[in-house]
């Protein structure tokens, strides 16, 4: 009976030096659970990328005005670069360019006005001068403007499928590559014969 209980002291000291070993390791392994977000605390303005300001400060379109480009309303810049394949008249054509010309404008404007509010945002909380009220503030200025910015790019999708004939909107879809089963139309399927 004491060479049994010997045996159990041994192996149950063996199992814990294991265990302490095991544990021992974790603690000086290098963690693992670094953020997706590390590096990113040294840009000028933490939401934003340098290419996020940039495009917001140019007017470019990131994207915004998907929901129309996609669904058949094309867009005043890829408009012109297609005006030869499209046909446009020279009355569609100047009207194409006031359009992109007053958006272009728009954009930056409104893009402008999103990075101040954000570089704001972004300077209350480094500074540590944020609250709930100021919070309150800011994102309703930057939510409000993401959705005038928004806007602002599917109306001129609007109002340049107005200036398009419907030959020329389903010529813009095949020369941007939209048309066909993607695009939404009918996949074309094979007669069904009865025997």
Do not use: W
């Amino acid at each position: 009976m004491t060479t049994r209980f010997a045996l159990k002291l041994i192996a149950a000291g063996a199992l814990l030096m294991g265990a302490g070993g095991t544990f021992g390791q974790h603690s000086h392994q290098p963690s693992h659970n670094a953020s997706p977000y590390a590096g990113q605390q040294t840009r000028e303005i933490k939401a934003l990328s340098s290419a996020q300001t940039a495009d917001l400060l140019a007017g470019k379109g990131m994207e915004l005005a998907k929901a129309a480009e996609l669904n058949g309303y094309p867009g005043p810049m890829h408009t012109l670069e297609l005006a030869a394949q499209l046909e446009l008249s020279a009355e569609q054509k100047q009207a194409s360019e006031a359009l992109m010309n007053r958006h272009k404008a728009e954009a930056r404007d409104l893009g402008t006005q999103l990075v101040e509010v954000e570089r704001a945002m972004d300077l209350a909380f480094s500074s540590r001068q944020i609250d709930a009220a100021r919070l309150a503030a800011h994102t309703e200025s930057i939510g409000r403007l993401q959705a005038l910015l928004r806007k602002s790019h599917l109306d001129t999708h609007l109002q340049q499928a107005a200036l398009l004939t419907p030959a020329q909107i389903t010529r813009y879809a095949q020369l941007r590559a939209y048309a066909g089963p993607a695009a939404g139309a009918a996949p074309a399927t094979a007669p069904i014969h009865k025997h």
